[in-house]
C-alpha cells in the first residue's frame, strides 16, 4: 500500500493559481503511475490529470488542458499538480491517487488502488 498525503489546497480568487503536492511513502514510487480527481458537492469524482511513473506521459481532462500541470519528482516521491487560471468550476476537493498500471496513464478511477485524503480548493467569483 502506499500512503499518500495531499497538500497545497485553500481558497483563490478565479484566475489566479495553486499548486497541490502530494507525497508518498510505503512503496516503491516509480512502480506507479498517478493521477490527480476531483469531487465537488453533489458531484461524482472525476480525473483531472494523470502521469506515469518515468513523467514521460500525461493525460489531461479537457475541463483543465491547457491550465493544469501534472509532474512528478521520483528522487522526492511526491507528485505535484500547477494550477493556473482557476475558475469557480474548479472548487472541489481534489484527490492524488495511485495506480499499478505504471507506464500506462488510466483515467478509470477503478484502477487506482490507493488514495490520498484530499485537500479543498475553493475558488471565489
Known amino acids: 500500500q502506499v500512503k499518500l498525503v495531499e497538500s497545497g489546497g485553500g481558497l483563490v480568487q478565479a484566475g489566479g493559481s495553486l499548486r497541490l503536492s502530494c507525497a508518498a511513502s510505503?512503496?516503491?514510487?516509480?512502480?506507479?503511475?498517478m493521477g490527480w480527481f476531483r469531487q465537488a458537492p453533489g458531484k461524482e469524482r472525476e480525473f483531472v490529470a494523470g502521469?506515469?511513473?518515468?513523467?514521460?506521459?500525461?493525460d489531461y481532462a479537457d475541463s483543465v488542458k491547457d491550465r493544469f500541470t501534472i509532474s512528478r519528482d521520483n528522487a522526492k516521491n511526491t507528485v505535484y499538480l500547477q494550477m493556473n487560471s482557476l475558475k469557480p468550476a474548479d472548487t472541489a476537493v481534489y484527490y492524488c491517487a495511485a495506480s499499478r498500471t505504471r507506464d500506462r496513464v488510466t483515467t478509470t478511477s477503478s484502477m487506482y488502488v490507493d488514495w490520498g485524503q484530499g485537500t479543498q480548493v475553493t475558488v471565489s467569483s
Open positions: 510505503g512503496r516503491t514510487f516509480t512502480n506507479y503511475a
Open positions: 502521469i506515469n511513473w518515468s513523467g514521460g506521459s500525461t
